[in-house]
């Protein structure tokens, strides 16, 4: 029996029909529908070791192509064709938004979570973020296993490098490099490390909940219908192998295949006369060079340092207090403290 027999699950989400039945169980394995883009998966009989893995994607709702890869995952998962061998959450994010084609309606909602929802009691997200945290602590505090999260995003504009990852930053533990190894595998060479605490929704899980969590930017946002799946190749693969047991074994971490970048400071919107020297199509990862005055806003001023920055996230139209880009710096595993 399927519950969503009529339509798959992204579609059963958009149209917002509630399935005919919550829970159900069919070819070896139970699912749960937790609620509007919420489903739960796992096998009848769970390894004690199985590793729990939240796959979300649409916490942007006009970031399409990963709902797509999660969807056909989920649908063969479903139907049987995919095996599954983990717990598994999946979360379809900002579903309004995914209707009406837009990023957000009225916050972003990766600037919503750790508690951040609060600030915005009268947005449409901020609700929903608080229902995602309660979700995940939910998920991860019945796993006896490793805890992954993989929060699928794809960007406003291009990149130097087209697929690249963002680490939360991690207070006091060690970046796990198995996991920056199976990235790597996954086609995504690039990834960020952060340097301070967030309010996005891989921040939260690996800080409240201690999973392994990254935010996946896997290409260019464009809308249903108009991706090239074939680009996304990689981490599709990649998931479907995590999700039915059958992940290689990772090799050592070797550093020529990860290039690695530190945050070195944000660019704060700080009013109305903030001004962003960037032309508006710049790509993400553009270096920048030394001396050249990045943003200016009144009286600060922010200028580029030693000819090895790169601007990431530039975005001069947030509103006033948010981070109007990153700039980011070349790091390595070695400077860990």
């Not at 074939?230 to 047991?245: C, E, H, K, N, P």
């Not at 992940?247 to 020529?256: L, M």
Request: aromatic share 8%; proline share 6%.
């Amino acid at each position: 029996m399927n519950p969503f027999q009529a339509t798959d699950f992204l579609q059963q989400t958009l149209q917002g029909q509630t399935p005919t039945v919550t829970y159900w169980q069919q070819h070896g394995m139970q699912a749960e529908w937790l609620g509007p883009g919420l489903l739960q998966l796992q096998p009848q009989t769970v390894a004690a070791h199985a590793e729990s893995v939240l796959l979300s994607a649409g916490v942007h709702g006009n970031e399409t192509a990963p709902i797509e890869v999660l969807s056909g995952i989920v649908n063969d998962i479903l139907c049987g064709q995919l095996p599954l061998a983990t717990r598994l959450l999946v979360v379809l994010g900002n579903i309004p938004a995914m209707r009406a084609g837009k990023r957000f309606i009225d916050y972003d909602m990766n600037r919503l979570f750790n508690g951040q929802h609060a600030s915005q009691p009268h947005a449409a997200e901020a609700q929903r973020a608080a229902e995602l945290e309660l979700a995940a602590q939910r998920f991860f505090g019945d796993a006896h296993g490793p805890r992954r999260h993989y929060d699928l995003h794809t960007a406003i504009r291009g990149s130097v490098f087209e697929r690249f990852a963002i680490y939360p930053y991690l207070h006091e533990r060690a970046h796990n490099r198995e996991q920056l190894m199976w990235l790597a595998a996954a086609d995504i060479g690039t990834v960020l490390l952060h340097s301070k605490p967030a309010a996005t929704y891989s921040y939260f899980t690996s800080h409240h909940c201690q999973a392994d969590a990254f935010t996946l930017e896997l290409g260019k946002a464009r809308p249903f219908g108009h991706n090239e799946l074939a680009r996304f190749a990689g981490i599709d693969q990649a998931l479907r192998l995590l999700v039915s047991g059958r992940k290689p074994v990772t090799p050592p971490f070797q550093p020529q295949r990860v290039q690695l970048f530190r945050a070195s400071y944000d660019l704060i919107k700080l009013s109305g006369e903030f001004v962003l020297h960037l032309a508006d199509d710049v790509e993400n990862f553009t270096a920048l060079p030394d001396g050249m005055v990045i943003a200016e806003d009144g009286d600060s001023r922010y200028i580029a340092r030693g000819g090895q920055e790169r601007i990431l996230f530039p975005n001069p139209k947030v509103s006033i207090g948010l981070r109007a880009g990153i700039v980011i710096a070349p790091a390595s595993l070695d400077s860990d403290a």
